[in-house]
């Protein structure tokens, strides 16, 4: 099992910026890619940047690119997004995940563990 926290989420002005941390622990050594996903309310839940957790290659959704930027800490076990620009859009409940293979980096439904989740707000 990979157990997941993230933290950092919060109430930011729009064009202001945040950095989500999500440490993981338990067998890390059985993950492959790293990615953050974010739900707003009424909405599905959507990809939003992944990781590949050696090697480092990165995945982005159209809306967040050049925007927001992954990256990954190993030897601390912990992945960052951070949010820069920040928009109302983009007020949601973002999730860490980790996979365990390479699938789609995308498909929520791929990953095979979950954080509980971290409200960030964003106010025009």
């Known amino acids: 099992q990979v157990q997941l926290v993230e933290s950092g989420g919060g109430l930011v002005q729009a064009g202001g910026s945040l950095r989500l941390s999500c440490a993981a622990s338990g067998r890390t050594f059985s993950i492959y890619l790293m990615g953050w996903f974010r739900q707003a309310p009424g909405k599905e839940r959507e990809f939003v940047a992944a990781i590949k957790w050696n090697g480092g290659s990165t995945y982005y959704a159209d809306s967040v690119k050049g925007r927001f930027t992954i990256s990954r800490d190993n030897a601390k076990n912990t992945v960052y997004l951070q949010m820069n620009s920040l928009k109302p859009e983009d007020t949601a409940v973002y999730y860490c995940?980790?996979?365990?293979?390479?699938?789609?980096?995308?498909?929520?439904?791929?990953?095979?563990?979950w954080g509980q989740g971290i409200q960030v707000t964003v106010s025009s």
């Open positions: 995940a980790a996979d365990r293979g390479y699938n789609n980096v995308a498909n929520p439904y791929e990953y095979d563990y």
